[in-house]
């Protein structure tokens, strides 16, 4: 390529960029907008694609093959109530306190424009959602996770802040995107004791699943705490350890009044067809036994793949339990260069953290996808800072 | 069957019709909670099946046999926006002035929650979730379309309640559900005149491809309106005259402001990779000529199967310009009753109408399916009230 034409098609990327607001253009945007750019490897999208191997199976033995297709397509999906009664097994939660949701995002809106009020208090650097969905009389308090503390949340200063500030709906990620900051059963528990007596404790747990905090490699969910709490919402995102984002699958575990306020309130045929069979598959033994494995497989190639990245001596990895990991570039290198660079000459597209609140200098964020693509990714970033020789 | 076992499934179906408030449980979850039924014909189901037909040849041709189907369910589909942008050039409206719904449901939802303030007027029967999704602090003005008018709006007294009620919301269903009534060009246009200062007219077009005013069977949407008076919001539904209710597919054309205030508001990734994949075929020249050739095919049938209903002597046929009747059965004959004894005893699903507020008498709705179907629809109603020797 000549370097007029990768001028050009770096400014075309970049107006894409802008118009993203704050979050990255998607593959299909990108692919289709600027067909010129081969994408080989989408390290941008955080999912686990050994998972989605698994449901792509199923869904062609179960669906295509038998043509059921057709009746996914045509009609209408289950009611919202219906689907709750199928994952109330699977997560060992009663049907009442589960909203099925139109991915994590509906949930998100859902909750901001029902139950939040005047003040809310969210760890940055963060998923820009939790604050840009707020209604315009909403207050955010931002708690910035330091730097220098490899951006790992301070439990006791963050409820003390929303306690001394008088917030009504406190947010945590667990796992945090985009640093991968994972906090323990224990710390949760903490704070969900110190922080009782506000009436919302969001905690979403998108990337829980590769989580683990012993050699079993189990996850801990606190789903559970709902029946202890009545202010703990927890919010679920199929789409990263499932492989799913097409689908728009998620779910909330809430005290039931919550959940029947939004069924009452316009979010009852809110899923379509294909959420309505992964939830079916999501409730059965055979399938959850073979997600197992794929889930563990991959969070072992997980952390090889962490390794080799913190091997590269001029950038910075910090700790993650999730399935990506924030990097931070050498300083004269900007992370949107960055970016366009690796996208343009070796068709891996990357995510630019210059947009992220409460995050300041040159970071990417990095997702682990396949082993071979997680080889590939190690070696261009070796070679673009001179590790390797060509 | 036995009487006793009839009696059993039909206790059983009583109950799961209780559990669905004001919507009739879906033909899924029929079949998952009934499996004892063999429903043949799904006469509740709003859609055209000739469409459905078209859309799986190209689903099949262009997604399964490409193995683009991964693709679609594995990434996030495109933004909201990108969406609008490639249906602006389709239905010839700017695409600040479309919103990409996930369904009609969410639109409704999202206006009702965003734009309507304290006072809205509605016809009554109608499609309950305009008055359900109503905030607790929003009044509800009823207007009665009248049993001895066929259920026909009087515009002149809908518009002076509208104006005399001082209501900020007014809400036009265009073919009104369950009757079919339909609102001729004229009768919009002095609609949307008179009520120009109401900051909103809603107008649902969800029906609106299967209604012509002339023998060229054209359509006429008012989306052009919104370029006239910026109150006006175009509601539409993809599920009915597409026949991919499983899918979730519909948009809203109304000023940009309110475009605007939505997609900031997390109404952003609010579609899945399916809708997106519907909607480059609505934008599609080749797909829209065969799809016109199946709208009028269906349109033709549904009038041949309305005129065979008409001539059954002990019920009674509404007008409709939809694809569907509302027909009122003899005193003694409870809508339930009937409902359930044709779904038990002939696998013919129809829609009870006795929870439709406004609607006092014995009603079912009855929707044309395929040419087949509709004739077995007209053997069974007839055979029921002894019209045809068995």
Redesign the interface.
């Known amino acids: 390529m000549s370097k007029s034409e990768k001028e050009l098609i770096s400014k075309k990327f970049q107006k894409l960029f802008d118009d993203?607001g704050t979050?990255s253009p998607?593959?299909?945007?990108i692919k289709?907008e600027l067909p010129e750019i081969d994408i080989k490897i989408?390290a941008c999208?955080l999912?686990n694609?050994y998972a989605?191997d698994l449901?792509?199976d199923r869904?062609k033995t179960d669906v295509?093959d038998t043509g059921l297709?057709?009746?996914?397509?045509?009609?209408?999906?289950?009611?919202n109530n219906?689907i709750s009664k199928n994952l109330s097994k699977t997560i060992d939660v009663p049907e009442d306190n589960i909203f099925i949701g139109?991915?994590a995002?509906?949930i998100?809106?859902a909750i901001?424009?029902n139950f939040v009020e005047r003040k809310v208090i969210i760890n940055i650097p963060t998923f820009s959602?939790y604050y840009?969905?707020v209604?315009e009389d909403t207050e955010v308090i931002f708690h910035q996770l330091k730097k220098e503390d490899n951006f790992c949340l301070d439990v006791e200063s963050f409820c003390r802040e929303a306690k001394e500030s008088g917030v009504d709906t406190a947010v945590i990620i667990n796992p945090n995107n985009p640093d991968g900051g994972y906090i323990k059963n224990s710390d949760i528990a903490y704070i969900c004791n110190e922080l009782r007596d506000i009436p919302n404790l969001i905690i979403d747990e998108s990337f829980i699943h590769f989580t683990y905090e012993d050699s079993t490699y189990n996850f801990s969910s606190s789903e559970q705490l709902v029946k202890k709490y009545d202010n703990v919402i927890i919010v679920k995102s199929m789409?990263k350890d499932f492989?799913?984002?097409?689908?728009?699958a998620g779910y909330c575990v809430m005290d039931k009044q919550k959940v029947e306020t939004l069924l009452?309130?316009?979010?009852?045929?809110?899923?379509?067809?294909?959420?309505?069979f992964f939830f079916n598959l999501y409730s059965e033994e055979k399938f959850m036994l073979e997600y197992e494995k794929v889930r563990v497989k991959y969070i072992k190639y997980t952390n090889e793949f962490i390794e080799q990245l913190k091997a590269i001596e001029k950038i910075k990895v910090y700790p993650s339990k999730a399935n990506f990991v924030l990097v931070e570039l050498p300083e004269q290198i900007k992370s949107q260069t960055f970016v366009k660079d690796l996208l343009i000459d070796s068709g891996i597209y990357f995510r630019s953290c210059d947009d992220k609140k409460g995050l300041e200098g040159n970071f990417v964020r990095i997702a682990s996808r396949d082993r071979e693509q997680n080889d590939v990714i190690v070696r261009e970033i070796s070679k673009y800072f001179g590790d390797v020789d060509e």
């Open positions: 993203s979050h998607s593959l299909l945007t289709k989408d999208f999912s694609p989605t449901f792509m869904f295509i297709i057709r009746e996914v397509l045509e009609f209408y999906p289950s009611q219906i139109n991915g995002t509906e998100i809106q901001f424009h959602p840009e969905f209604r789409s492989g799913i984002a097409g689908i728009r009452k309130n316009g979010y009852l045929w809110n899923v379509n067809g294909l959420t309505e």
